[in-house]
């Protein structure tokens, strides 16, 4: 169900919520803001009587680790080892806090951790789907965050916005609401320009929105105004819509559900698309195949594989079975599938008819170097 505009928010029936650091803590001692966090609950409790599907993606477990052991934010890129350990810390507890609240409304939850690679593979994707649908199915609420304990700068998301729009692309969710420090998107910094203006709605892929996406500075999350664009455009090409809303005050979203003008909704008209398909533009792309002009139009209007023949020249490095971009031949990507050859192959076929492919490899696979079956248009 794509859902294009305000008016039809309240068909929405499965729900992922993003809930940041920032939303969760006090900034000054990155303590659990009670208040706010048992209005979420609350909020929870409500949407689930309402007969709507909620999905939590949950920040806050390493904020929580560094209130209990008093220390200062890590960086990021110098001390992974001290954040996964404040992780480790952070995440018992918030997933304590999650079960006690939502104990008090007679619900449950359940806790699920994934990094990266749980989504890039097809079978690991397939199986935290069919967990989330199970957990629905059982009425207990599922709350996913990144596994910050484990995880390394390979197969980190880096923020939970993205986690939050690959959950949403996973589960075929109605809805993303991104609920944030930030309560909208506005035409500039309005803490910089007097003068910016919030926008009530627009098409995620509305190109104003590359202007001003601006990374921000908060001292407690990861993301900022781009990762929240971002996962929006990448719920839009599955035909989700979503709701960037101020986070501290979630009773909003139950009037923004009824219609109210809550917050920015970056919407999209795009059709829904196959589980297989969706799997294939959550993969992250570990190259790029460039083809040329007649390349382009049999596999955009005429649904064709990709070819030998067509393709230009091959960027990055990748292996057999991983995800790649297409592009036309100056670089403008129009598609993302699964390569059949790894990179130092298709550079020795590309130009070259498929009917050479045993000749100059030694071997062959299919006749194709990404199948249409495997190939999605972006």
């Not at 039809?8 to 919520?17: C, E, F, K, P, T």
């Amino acid at each position: 169900m794509s859902i294009s505009g305000r008016q039809n928010l309240g068909r929405a029936r499965r729900l992922v919520l993003k809930i940041g650091s920032a939303v969760l803590t006090h900034n000054a001692d990155m303590s659990l803001d009670r208040g706010v966090f048992c209005r979420i609950i609350e909020m929870i409790a409500e949407l689930r009587e309402a007969g709507r599907e909620v999905i939590v993606v949950t920040s806050g477990a390493v904020a929580l680790g560094r209130s209990v052991i008093g220390c200062p934010r890590p960086d990021r890129q110098k001390n992974l080892p001290t954040l996964q350990a404040l992780a480790g810390i952070g995440q018992s507890l918030l997933m304590e806090y999650y079960e006690n609240e939502l104990n008090y409304y007679g619900l449950h939850s359940a806790q699920i951790l994934l990094t990266r690679a749980d989504l890039e593979d097809r079978a690991r994707f397939s199986n935290a789907r069919r967990t989330v649908e199970a957990l629905l199915e059982m009425g207990v609420v599922p709350i996913v965050n990144e596994n910050d304990a484990v995880a390394n700068d390979q197969i980190r998301f880096g923020d939970n916005d993205t986690l939050s729009a690959r959950v949403a692309v996973m589960t075929r969710a109605d809805l993303l609401v991104i609920m944030s420090d930030i309560d909208a998107v506005y035409t500039a910094n309005p803490k910089e320009d007097a003068t910016a203006k919030r926008i009530e709605q627009i098409e995620a892929f509305d190109p104003s929105l590359d202007i001003f996406a601006k990374d921000s500075n908060s001292d407690v999350g990861t993301g900022g105004m781009i990762t929240k664009i971002a996962a929006a455009r990448m719920c839009a090409r599955m035909g989700i819509s979503t709701l960037i809303m101020r986070g501290k005050s979630p009773k909003l979203l139950q009037r923004a559900l009824s219609g109210g003008d809550i917050g920015t909704l970056l919407y999209s008209d795009e059709p829904r698309q196959t589980l297989h398909k969706t799997w294939i533009q959550s993969l992250q792309a570990n190259g790029r195949i460039c083809c040329d002009d007649g390349a382009q139009r049999a596999i955009v209007s005429e649904g064709c594989s990709l070819l030998p023949k067509g393709i230009v020249r091959v960027e990055g490095e990748f292996d057999q079975g991983e995800g790649v971009e297409i592009a036309d031949a100056q670089g403008a990507v129009f598609a993302k599938g699964i390569a059949v050859y790894d990179a130092r192959a298709i550079r020795k076929i590309a130009g070259h008819h498929s009917k050479d492919i045993v000749d100059l490899l030694g071997f062959h696979i299919l006749d194709v170097v990404v199948h249409r079956d495997d190939l999605t248009l972006l």
